[in-house]
T-cell receptor, first 111, second 116 residues
Framework: GEDVEQSLFLSVREGDSSVINCTYT??????LYWYKQEPGAGLQLLTY?????DMKQDQRLTVLLNKKDKHLSLRIADTQTGDSAIYFC???????????FGSGTRLQVQP | GAVVSQHPSWVICKSGTSVKIECRSL??????MFWYRQFPKQSLMLMAT?????????EQGVEKDKFLINHASLTLSTLTVTSAHPEDSSFYIC????????????FGPGTRLLVL
């Protein structure tokens, strides 16, 4: 079945770049997403990428996709304390309508 | 942008009672809605897929008689936790997908359930 893995924790200093990594197993993954969850809140869609793309940039966010290695990353430039949250990688693919989520990476931004 | 609401945002109930959670897509029609459950410091686990006008599809291990799902319209799905017990305490999150394709899912803010 589908499996998505992320590292559990990342700590960076304010102003540095953060890179959150994700690996997945399903080669038929079509859409890959990054969601942000703040304490006690639901999920906020940050960005997504289609599997036929290598990179997508949206303001401070850069998503890189290495389809061969099934590796997805989210880079946050100039990380701010407000970026502290849990970031979930998720994917869905052909024939599936639900998302498969990773375990989430807790990003802690130190002032 | 697409907005999904949930009501209530939190609920405390006694063991044995039933609790209904509503999920609404506010500015789009959602043929499919999804119900997830999240335990503290864990990821989201899909419970069921709710299709408008038909029966929900439950994931393995999720009791359909325990978690009743109704998707009566293109903008509303409800999850009823029947005869709730303390182990049902969790954060329940719904999401909605516009149209019938594989488009983006938009998530509600979640409902925190505490069963005493």
């Amino acid at each position: 079945g589908e499996d998505v893995e992320q590292s559990l924790f990342l700590s960076v200093r304010e102003g540095d770049s953060s890179v959150i990594n994700c690996t997945y197993t399903d080669s038929s993954s079509t859409y890959l997403y990054w969601y942000k969850q703040e304490p006690g809140a639901g999920l906020q869609l940050l960005t997504y990428i289609f599997s036929n793309m290598d990179m997508k940039q949206d303001q401070r966010l850069t998503v890189l996709l290495n389809k061969k290695d099934k590796h997805l990353s989210l880079r946050i430039a100039d990380t701010q304390t407000g970026d502290s949250a849990i970031y979930f990688c998720a994917e869905t693919g052909t024939g599936r309508r639900a998302l498969t989520f990773g375990s989430g990476t807790r990003l802690q931004v130190q002032p | 942008g697409a907005v999904v609401s949930q009501h209530p945002s939190w609920v405390i109930c006694k063991s044995g009672t039933s609790v209904k959670i509503e999920c609404r897509s506010l500015d789009f029609q959602a043929t499919t809605m999804f119900w997830y459950r999240q335990f503290p410091k864990q990821s989201l686990m899909l419970m069921a897929t709710s299709n408008e006008g038909s029966k929900a599809t439950y994931e393995q291990g999720v009791e359909k008689d325990k978690f009743l799902i109704n998707h009566a319209s293109l903008t509303l799905s409800t999850l009823t936790v029947t005869s709730a017990h303390p182990e049902d305490s969790s954060f329940y999150i719904c999401s909605a997908r516009e149209g019938t394709g594989m488009g983006t899912q938009y998530f509600g803010p979640g409902t925190r359930l505490l069963v005493l």
